[in-house]
């Protein structure tokens, strides 16, 4: 499974932007796909997380009622709309995808994109 993130870019507070994850390669149904962030000099965190398939979500405290997760089957990508950034949402974005199940740990995905910067200037 390969992972490409894009979408990041430079918003002022209180902008939006959503980010998106097309994977390539076979995706499995009982596979959970997440969003996580890592800000300089601070550890990779937990954003967001859904299940390939089904509806059942999962969102960072920090992120509830700004983000939302989502994906398109037909064309295998997630997607992660954020509203309402604030300046400390400031961080390099990866999407991440796991063989089986969805958690908030990174060290239990299997697959990594390559990160897409997000910058919100106050």
């Known amino acids: 499974v390969q992972l490409q993130a894009s979408g990041g870019g430079l918003v002022q507070a209180g902008g939006s932007l959503r980010l998106s994850c097309a994977a390539s390669?076979?995706?499995?149904?009982?596979?959970?796909m997440g969003w996580f962030r890592q800000a300089p000099g601070k550890e990779r965190e937990f954003v967001a997380g859904?299940?390939?398939?089904?509806?059942?979500?999962r969102y960072a405290d920090s992120v509830k009622g700004r983000f939302t997760i989502s994906r398109d089957n037909a064309k295998n990508t997630v997607y992660l709309q954020m509203i309402s950034l604030k300046p400390e949402d400031t961080a390099l974005y990866y999407c991440?995808?796991?063989?089986?199940?969805?958690?908030?740990?990174?060290?239990?995905?299997?697959?990594w994109g390559q990160g897409t910067q997000v910058t919100v200037s106050s």
């Open positions: 991440a995808a796991k063989v089986t199940g969805m958690t908030a740990v990174a060290a239990s995905y299997d697959y």
């Open positions: 390669g076979r995706i499995l149904s009982g596979s959970g």
């Open positions: 859904i299940y390939w398939s089904g509806y059942t979500t």
